[in-house]
């Protein structure tokens, strides 16, 4: 087997990975190309259309959203201990990155200051499978209509998403939701793996071979090279 200088290679980072061994030759650059896109926007403006795309469980479709146009509202007048839950089914694909934003209207609330109350849900095997539920402060402060906005990541082995919105436990009052939009951002947020000589490999080809232990199958990879 061929030996070549290790100097050369301290400077290489594996961030994320595709399967326990990994050629390097077969690394592509992926950061061009990440283009924004909208992969699902609802403004509540159809009720035909709101209807059939959301599982409404006892949230109301109405003309109480922004500027007096279509909204969804989530009430609850009685403490309770259960989440009060709507969803729809989204277009993601696995590792991407996302952002999700929406306007919605708090009235008579109370609960805690700090709340959750949209996210995405996943789904393996058509079981729960995770899911990025943002939390805000300050909602007990705000009346009017307001924006509010996350980004989040796919997992690799998913194999649908939920959008949500709900009511958590123990809290009253009315949600109004409206101008919901998700676009993707591009590739997922990587893992980095440190390039240690042990983890290498090379044949008489020269072709070298990276090993990692624990890596999700599927993740996207990209090598990198510090500088200095």
Not at 113 to 119: A, I, P, T, V
Not at 159 to 168: H, N, S, Y
Request: net charge positive; charged share 25%; hydrophobic share 35%.
């Amino acid at each position: 087997m061929k030996k070549f200088p290790m100097l050369e290679l301290t400077a290489l980072t594996v961030i994320c990975s595709a399967s326990e061994t990994l050629r390097m030759q077969d690394f592509r650059d992926i950061v061009a190309g990440n283009e924004q896109k909208v992969i699902f926007s609802e403004a509540f403006e159809d009720r035909k259309i709101s209807e059939k795309q959301w599982q409404l469980k006892g949230a109301v479709l109405n003309r109480e959203g922004f500027n007096g146009n279509g909204g969804l509202t989530i009430q609850r007048k009685a403490f309770s201990d259960l989440y009060r839950i709507t969803k729809a089914r989204i277009a993601l694909k696995p590792g991407k990155r996302y952002s999700i934003r929406v306007d919605v209207q708090f009235k008579d609330y109370n609960g805690p200051d700090k709340l959750s109350f949209f996210g995405i849900e996943f789904q393996k095997d058509k079981k729960y499978h995770g899911g990025v539920f943002p939390s805000f402060t300050g909602i007990k402060k705000v009346n009017s209509w307001k924006t509010y906005s996350a980004e989040f990541s796919s997992p690799v082995d998913m194999e649908a998403a939920d959008v949500v919105l709900f009511l958590r436990k123990y809290t009253t009052g009315r949600a109004t939701y409206d101008n919901i939009v998700i676009e993707e951002l591009g590739e997922a947020s990587p893992r980095i793996y440190p390039v240690l000589p042990k983890n290498l490999t090379v044949d008489d080809s020269g072709s070298i071979t990276l090993h990692l232990d624990n890596v999700p199958a599927g993740k996207n990879c990209l090598l990198a090279e510090a500088q200095g």
